[in-house]
């Protein structure tokens, strides 16, 4: 018997039949072009996650009106002239036997000027526009016109061979505008009580109806609770919003969480457990009779499964975990292991630095890349030395060897992982080391040759004879050049087990080392206090993770000092510029640093034109894991 007998097992929505209950949540890509238009690229990279074996794929929010749109490359279906594309994206995923749904959208009061050159528009005249506008109040005739636009685009997709359309009534866009007493102040039928402004989305799906016919399926994605509190959709009124959407003809519900103005959980980091936001399905599950589909955080199929068996929904949605790995169902249904997300957020809802905003994964590099092609073998067999194995390392060389190279990687520890090890000791973190543990586990299948324990130098390098070198040696810490620096340790030597902390602890950094290593000491009872000279501790977090751990430390009691420089030390102390004055803070027994990252490139120095030579991740500059991981795929499929 298979071990995931509910999760794989067949399952309809109304008349469609799906061969699982996997479902791909819809997650903004902006793979489309500057015109909305569906590009080979996101033809591509949905054609992966059918092929991996989803039962249903959930395309991206996509705009029914030109006035609704977020961004100059979200995906378009308010004009006939999309529909090619739309078309040739249901066949991709039809041609691998998943079956295909389109997001519909308005975003309302979000939309940007920049890219619509409209008026944002909304139930009422409250709050600003992405660029600070107060948004129009729509009248009723402008809000029937708004339903016809939801009709036209589902009937765009209709044609374009979709199964089902998913209207989008969560995350603060135009539908949950009006769903929300948050932004709902309307006084007329549109608003007040539950029923009014539930008007605007019954009288869309209705209309909907009206173009599509009864026999195609269509569904609302709802928040579970906005998270605002009473002033905002609770999960007792998200109960009452869904009973009358069902009553009024939905065939299913997707259930998420958050306002795009309060926390949005649906992306949660780390810090929150898989599954977080199942009660919130399952008491919708609790009141209909039509399917469910549950959302949040779920990335392992223990956890997939468990949902369904406990009857929190009848589908679960993957996000984040069909990034990591497009064949994750595949894989669970065959037993085999999946390349895990770690929860980080990091290049998936955290975007900086990426081209146009656009969609990366920290963990698979090839995420977004699918359209150029599987894996290419190399022309010409070459002998290449990796030294360095943490992520950006391990990368280079497994996507070397899988080219057919023969790949020799160098560390001078006895553990693969490098500084992305100790990165997992904080709370919260172990999926690191899980992701970490798989791919060692695919470099070793490949036949990588690990030499670990060895420390490499330009001779011992270049006595292997390599045709291409790649150091991946990473960064480390220095101390800083200030007055009575003998008096600190390095916070990273705490979190590596060198250094045993006493008595109260000062951190001095307010970055994600800083604040990490003083949720790792508050955690083990340690009283800490965290200094840091910039106004903003954990700029370098992604948003997600920033928002949790500071209200972890809040809540753990943890004392945080930002706006607070650091002249020098002294014993058991600090001497520090806060407001203007100088003051001395004392009574510590230990003071760590948690700042003055530098790349440990002396190695790529020394071996610099004596052979063909790439460095990557914090040897170049140290960044985070994302640029690390990319840049060692980037190179093994250069070598």
């Known amino acids: 018997m298979k071990g995931y007998p509910l999760l794989f097992s067949p399952f309809g929505i ?31 990279y949905y054609r992966e996650r059918a092929r991996g074996g989803a039962g249903l794929i959930i395309v991206e929010h996509t705009a029914v009106a030109l006035e609704g749109r977020s961004s100059g490359r979200m995906l378009c279906a308010y004009d006939d002239k999309y529909i090619p594309g739309l078309a040739e994206l249901a066949e991709a995923v039809h041609e691998e036997e998943a079956k295909i749904a389109l997001q519909l959208n308005h975003v309302g009061m979000t939309a940007s000027y920049e890219v619509t050159g409209l008026p944002a528009v909304a139930p009422s005249a409250v709050g600003t526009s992405r660029d600070g506008r107060v948004p129009h109040e729509l009248s009723e005739e402008e809000i029937s016109l708004r339903t016809e636009y939801f009709a036209r685009a589902a009937l765009r997709a209709k044609e374009a061979g979709f199964d089902a359309v998913e209207l989008h009534g969560a995350h603060g866009y135009l539908i949950n505008q009006f769903l929300s007493p948050w932004t709902n102040r309307r006084k007329d039928r549109y608003g007040g009580s539950t029923e009014g402004r539930c008007r605007f989305a019954v009288e869309v799906l209705r209309k909907v109806r009206e173009f599509v016919g009864e026999d195609f399926p269509v569904w609302f994605r709802v928040d579970g609770d906005e998270g605002l509190g009473k002033e905002g959709i609770t999960s007792e009124e998200a109960r009452r919003i869904c009973k009358i959407l069902e009553d009024a003809g939905s065939d299913a519900f997707h259930i998420s969480f958050g306002h795009s103005e309060g926390t949005i959980y649906a992306s949660a980091p780390y810090y929150l457990p898989q599954g977080h936001l199942l009660p919130y399905a399952k008491a919708i599950r609790d009141v209909v009779s039509v399917p469910v589909i549950a959302v949040g955080s779920i990335s392992d199929p223990d956890a997939a499964e468990g949902a369904l068996r406990e009857g929190c929904a009848d589908l679960v949605a993957l996000g984040r975990a ?13 037993g085999r292991p999946h390349r895990p997300c770690i929860l980080g957020n990091r290049g998936c809802s955290d975007r900086r630095g990426a081209p146009e905003g656009e969609m990366r994964c920290l963990v698979r590099p090839e995420t977004g890349r699918e359209w150029k092609g599987p894996l290419r073998r190399a022309e010409v067999r070459r002998r290449v030395v990796v030294v360095g194995g943490g992520p950006g390392g391990m990368e280079a060389a497994l996507v070397a060897a899988r080219r057919g190279h023969e790949v020799v990687l160098l560390e001078r520890r006895e553990l693969l992982g490098g500084t992305f090890r100790v990165a997992a000791r904080p709370p919260c973190k172990d999926r690191i080391l899980k992701f ?116 972890r430390l809040e809540e753990k009691g943890v004392e945080l000092r930002p706006g607070t420089e650091v002249l020098g030390f002294i014993p058991g102390g600090v001497v520090v510029r806060s407001e203007g004055m ?31 030579l790439w460095v990557v991740g914090d040897a170049r500059e140290p960044r985070s894991a994302l640029e690390a991981i990319h840049e060692g795929y980037e190179v093994g499929m250069e070598v």
Not at 322 to 334: F, I, S, V
Not at 587 to 604: H, I, N, S
């Open 436 to 551: 970490l543990e798989y791919l060692e586990r695919e470099v070793r299948d490949v036949g990588v040759d690990l030499r670990l324990g060895v420390e490499a130098t330009s001779e011992s390098v270049l006595e292997l004879s390599p045709d291409a070198v790649v150091v991946a040696t990473g960064a480390k810490y220095v101390l800083p050049d200030l007055p009575g620096v003998e008096n600190t340790v390095m916070a990273v030597e705490i979190l590596e087990g060198k250094v045993e902390p006493e008595g109260r602890l000062m951190v001095v950094g307010g970055e994600v080392t800083g604040l990490e290593t003083a949720d790792f000491l508050s955690e083990q009872g340690f009283e800490v206090t965290v200094v840091d000279r910039k106004g903003n501790l954990g700029e370098d977090l992604t948003g997600h993770c920033r928002y949790f751990l500071l209200r």
């Open 582 to 612: 100088e003051l001395r803070l004392s009574g510590f027994g230990t003071v760590a640093v948690a700042f003055g990252l530098v790349p440990e490139d002396g190695l790529a120095r020394e071996l610099g034109g004596r052979v063909p």
């Open 322 to 334: 069909l990034l990591a790995d497009p064949e994750w169902p595949r894989k669970a249904d065959e």
């Open 14 to 44: 109304k008349g469609l039949q799906l061969r699982n209950r996997v479902v791909m949540a819809p997650m903004g890509t902006w793979y489309a072009d500057e015109e909305g238009f569906v590009t080979e690229r996101l033809v591509a």
